[in-house]
Every structure is written in structure tokens, then in C-alpha cells.
């Protein structure tokens, strides 16, 4: 990082400190997978903060939670589709889906009833089923976004009951130990911050109490550290090691709600926030407790990221400190792109399918890549552009774009020359509507001409 770059990082941490009256705000900056700088302002009882010191995240507990649930997806034991019930039988909530809780569009009420749930002591799992009633589905399901921390809970529970054992016991084991995040506990641990309200109209303090969230706490229980979680962001920007598919963490990140202005800037996937700001896409998550505020965003595509924590009930904005500290680092030290270099080779039944391409009229080309992936993309600049991935049974899976997911088979005659693409049933020939493939419809016998049908 130069010089002027981290002057320029730690002077939007501190201007975020002093106007939000936080008594300690620490941040960090991550690129390609790295924390690359750190700062902080404040104090942390008789000295600064540092990468090292713990604060409460808040609701970026949500995304634990989330990878737990896909976690079991992938081993088969549940779908996203399935309702609550499948899982968690006998609450009111049975009907909603795993989908849908972890995308808050199930319609299930935001807090829990009874104390203000963040500043008490939580109960148990079957203390707070048994406050849901049908007063609890304050919504349609799937008919709008609407944050349900009583949702997480639920999501928690699932966990608990498919791995026999607690929400916590199973994200240290699967999660926390492998991405060797030694330093995000249930519990706080020294060092760590302590959480305070500041006063609205006085430069003054009042402790905030710190209470075991009990069958809440897979929606905001979490106390971790900036190195914790820039590792966490470095999970969520595709280096995921053994702990999740890199496909089912893309899943996760694509948004499934949106809000309803005309432009859409916010959004929420499964388990993560979806945010537009200033031409970016940020995924991540915020944080909120009393006496913490907590921030995590990445820009995935240009590998840049931001956490951030305070220990204050209110005044900072993550958010927007976040997407400042991403945008600093992306002017003024923007990243160069990637060296090219040739492949050493190409196996035949690859190389004789590039070129040149027509879906009906319309040009299109399909090249390679180094990494092996096909990109199919119109030559002018309308149509539709995909990427695909090999299969073992020489069929490809489109990875974006209108394709996605669907299937491109390369047709071969008798001979072993190619005769055109099948794309999810258009025919992709290497003439405009070649008549020697089996075009849906036919071919005019007449062919082209420069007066037919006027």
C-alpha cells in the first residue's frame, strides 16, 4: 500500500470516528484474499485497538449461520426449498422455506416477542417456540423482504438438529477450525472492546449490558476480530477452502430480493447482503448490537474488500465507511490486469470448436480461456454472452449469463467433424442457417436471396 494510499484510509477511519463519536473504530482493507492495511482510532480501555482486539459483529453472525445451512444442502441431508416443518416441526413457521428464511422473504416477524431481545438474557429453543404464534407471520410468504432475526434462529435450530449438537459446537468444529478463525468466539475474550451508547447531545458514555442471546444467537451472538473476519471476506470473495463449494457460496451471493425503488441498491441472497454503491457490487453483511456496530463488504469482482468495528450503539455507518475505504484503494491503486500467458495446449475436441458461430443470422464467436471455461459472446454488441464449463461427458454447463446452467453439447457426424452446437435447443451452426444441420423448422429450399418474400 503507498504511503499516501493508507494516509488517505486512515484519515477516512478517523474522520468515521470523530464524527460518529465512537469510542474506538478499527478498521481493515483486504485485496486478493489480504489484509494489506489496517488502522485504528480510539482507545480500548489504556490503549488503541488493533487487528487483534475483539468486538461483537452483531448480525454478520447470519452469515455463519448461512453456510452452516449449505453446508447440509450440499451433503444431501436438506434443500433450500424444503419448508421448516421437514426440520423443525410444530411451529408456526412450518410452511416457510429454508430458501426463504435465509433470504428474509418469509414473512416472519423481525424480533422475538417478550423483552427487547438484544439487551436480555435468551432462552432456549423450545422457550422461544413457544412465543411464536400465527401472529408471527406478519407477511405472505415470498411476498416481500422484510429482516427476521426470529428467522435465524430458526435456520440455527435446523443446524442443531441435523448435527446433534449446538448451533455454536457445529460452526466452531466445521467452520471456525478449519478457516483457523481462532479468534471469533461465543464469548468475548480479551482483548476486547466494551460497549457503550454515546449520549445524543453530550460527549458522554453509558456501558451497554452483553447478554447471552441464547436460541437468538445465529442472528447476532458473535464476538470476533478484523483479522477473523478479512479472512471471513477473503470466504466470501471464493477462497473457501474445504469448508464450501466456491459454486454454492456464487449461489449464495446472488440476490434473490430487491428493494423496490425504480434502481435497485440493495438486495439480500441467501444469507448475504447485496448492495449497489457508486457502480459497485458489495456483498457482505452489517452488524448491530448495543454497544457494537460491525461492517464486512468485498467488491468479488475486483477482489477488494473492507471490514470494520466499533463499539458503539450508534453514529458510525459501515456501510458507507466500508464502500470508501474499497473505492480509495480501487483509485488510487487500481489493479493491473491479469498477466496473460499462452497454454501449452489445447486437446482436439476443443480446439475444433472455436470460431465463428451462428444462431440463426445473428454472429457470434466461442473462444477458450487459460482456465478451460468456453465464452460464448456476440460479435457486435447485443446478445447474449455465456461462459460454460467442461463436464466429464463433453458437455458443458453455462457458469452466467443467459445460459446459466443450462447445457451446450457439441454435435459430431459420423466422421468426428463437427456439425453444430445444440444450446439448450438452439442450433448453433457455422453458416447463418446452414441446411446441412437439422435446423428447427426447416431451411427455405430457395436459400437466401436478395428479393424473397418482397
Not at 442443531?160 to 468444529?173: I, P
Not at 468456453?374 to 454447463?397: I, Q
Not at 454435435?411 to 467433424?417: I, L
Request: glycine residues 12%; negative net charge.
Amino acid at each position: 500500500m503507498l504511503p499516501t494510499t493508507a494516509h488517505e484510509l486512515l484519515r477516512r477511519v478517523a474522520r468515521e470516528q470523530a464524527d460518529g463519536r465512537a469510542p474506538a473504530l478499527v478498521a481493515g482493507v483486504l485485496r486478493s484474499g489480504a489484509l494489506v492495511w489496517d488502522g485504528a482510532r480510539g482507545r480500548a480501555g489504556q490503549s488503541a485497538p488493533d487487528t487483534d482486539t475483539q468486538s461483537r459483529i452483531g448480525s454478520i453472525t447470519k452469515t455463519f449461520t448461512a453456510v452452516l445451512v449449505a453446508r447440509l444442502r450440499d451433503e444431501g441431508r436438506l434443500d433450500f426449498s424444503d419448508p421448516l416443518e421437514r426440520h423443525v416441526p410444530g411451529t408456526p413457521l412450518g410452511d416457510r422455506t429454508l430458501a426463504q428464511l435465509l433470504s428474509h422473504t418469509s414473512g416472519v416477524q423481525a424480533e422475538s416477542d417478550g423483552p427487547w431481545w438484544e439487551r436480555t438474557p435468551g432462552a432456549a429453543w423450545p422457550g422461544l417456540a413457544a412465543t411464536l404464534t400465527d401472529a408471527t407471520l406478519r407477511h405472505e410468504a415470498g411476498r416481500r423482504f422484510h429482516y427476521s432475526n426470529v428467522g435465524f434462529a430458526a435456520l440455527g435450530e435446523v443446524v442443531a438438529r441435523h448435527r446433534g449438537r449446538s448451533w455454536w459446537e457445529a460452526l466452531a468444529e466445521e467452520v471456525l477450525a478449519p478457516l483457523e478463525l481462532r479468534r471469533t468466539t461465543y464469548h468475548p475474550q480479551a482483548p476486547h472492546l466494551s460497549g457503550f451508547a454515546v449520549h445524543p447531545w453530550a460527549d458522554l458514555l453509558l456501558p451497554e449490558p452483553a447478554h447471552d442471546a441464547g436460541a437468538m444467537a445465529p442472528a447476532g451472538q458473535l464476538w470476533s476480530t478484523i483479522t477473523d473476519l478479512s479472512r471471513w471476506a477473503a470466504f466470501l470473495a471464493g477462497d473457501t477452502g474445504d469448508v464450501l463449494d466456491p459454486d454454492t457460496l456464487a449461489e449464495m451471493r446472488e440476490p434473490i430480493t430487491v428493494d423496490r425503488a425504480p434502481t435497485w441498491t440493495s438486495g439480500y441472497g441467501l444469507g448475504w447482503q447485496v448492495l449497489k454503491v457508486d457502480g459497485r457490487t458489495l456483498v457482505g453483511h452489517g452488524g448491530s448490537m448495543p454497544g457494537f456496530l460491525a461492517g464486512l463488504y468485498v467488491d468479488v469482482e475486483d477482489e477488494l474488500g473492507a471490514v470494520a468495528l466499533a463499539n458503539t450503539t450508534s453514529g458510525i455507518n459501515p456501510v458507507a465507511l466500508g464502500s470508501d475505504l474499497i473505492s480509495i484503494v480501487a483509485e488510487r491503486e487500481p489493479r493491473l490486469p491479469a498477466e496473460w500467458a499462452p497454454v501449452a495446449s489445447l486437446p482436439e475436441s476443443v480446439f475444433d470448436i472455436l470460431g465463428g458461430w451462428h444462431w440463426g443470422p445473428a454472429a457470434y464467436v466461442l473462444r477458450v480461456r487459460g482456465t478451460g471455461e468456453l465464452e460464448l459472446g456476440p460479435m457486435g454488441n447485443a446478445g447474449r454472452a455465456s461462459r460454460f464449463r467442461p463436464n466429464a461427458d463433453g458437455t458443458w454447463t453455462g457458469l452466467d449469463g443467459y445460459y446459466a446452467g443450462e447445457t451446450l453439447e457439441v454435435v459430431r457426424r459420423p466422421d468426428g467433424s463437427v456439425s453444430h452446437l445444440n444450446l439448450a435447443t438452439f442450433v448453433f451452426t457455422r453458416k447463418p442457417y446452414d441446411p446441412s444441420t437439422p435446423i428447427p423448422g426447416g431451411v427455405d429450399e430457395a436459400g437466401w436471396s436478395g428479393t424473397a418474400g418482397l
